[in-house]
């Protein structure tokens, strides 16, 4: 299986400021036949269930605002909110989808400082 | 719009059998592999099982391996997970969860149900 681990496990970011969540996969996700990165970022608010935000480690998905992009590949891989704003206070977990089990980091609780 | 409603969650005894439904709109339902996915209280997610559009094939978790089966019914757009032998880890709340493809076994998942809360209470 592949392991996901996410860093760090919270972080507390002032308005407006930068928050970046690192993912690190404990082997590559990235496909040899299509230059892809099987690596998905979501979004989670209590008591709602996760939401796509990014895909392909780096794609937004329609509606997410520009403020939050996706880097990285094979292994390393980043999520970053480059202006927190107080509806961007949640629970963002990676994922990878390059094979099955499916697996999910532990997730990053973001909150305002 | 894509609708995806889980029911059938409640209290059980470890070692008892529950199973949980899915009802789907608002896709071609058979055109896509669907997942369940788990998550405990307060805890992260954990992805318990795949099945094919056409339910021919089905991929577990290793955790639930053996105790859970994965089905479905194309023809009422419902997706079904038995689960048996229950321990107390398996609480969670469960969701259905369809993938952004209408692939036989898509695993970039981009629509979720609201989920279904199973506990296992002695």
């Known amino acids: 299986d592949i392991v996901m681990t996410q860093s760090p496990d919270s972080l507390a970011v002032s308005l407006g400021e930068r928050a970046t969540i690192n993912c690190k996969s404990s082997?590559?996700?990235?496909?040899?036949?299509?230059?892809?990165?099987?690596l998905a970022w979501y979004q989670q608010k209590p008591g709602q269930p996760p939401k796509l935000l990014i895909s392909?480690?780096?794609i937004r998905e329609s509606g997410v605002p520009d403020r939050v992009s996706g880097s990285g590949s094979g292994t390393d891989f980043t999520l970053t909110i480059s202006s927190l704003q107080t509806e961007d206070v949640a629970v963002y977990y990676c994922?990878?989808?390059?094979?099955?089990?499916?697996?999910f980091g532990g997730g990053t609780k973001v909150e305002i400082k | 719009q894509v609708h995806l409603v889980e029911s059938g969650g409640g209290v059980v005894h470890p070692g008892r059998s529950l199973r949980l439904s899915c009802a789907a709109s608002?896709?071609?339902?058979?055109?896509?592999?669907l997942h369940w996915v788990r998550q405990a209280p307060g805890k992260g997610l954990e992805w318990v099982a795949v099945?094919?559009?056409?339910?021919?094939?089905?991929y577990y978790a290793d955790s639930v391996k053996g105790r859970f089966t994965v089905s479905r019914d194309n023809s009422k757009n419902t997706l079904y997970l038995q689960m048996n032998s229950l321990r107390p880890d398996d609480a969670a709340v469960y969701f259905c969860?369809?993938?952004?493809?209408?692939?036989?076994?898509?695993?970039?998942?981009?629509?979720w149900g609201q989920g279904t809360l199973v506990t296992v209470s002695s």
């Open positions: 969860a369809k993938p952004k493809s209408a692939t036989p076994l898509g695993f970039l998942i981009d629509s």
């Open positions: 608002g896709f071609t339902f058979s055109s896509y592999g």
């Open positions: 099945i094919s559009d056409d339910g021919s094939d089905e």
């Open positions: 082997r590559t996700v990235l496909s040899s036949s299509n230059s892809k990165n099987y």
């Open positions: 392909w480690a780096s």
């Open positions: 994922q990878q989808y390059y094979g099955s089990p499916l697996t």
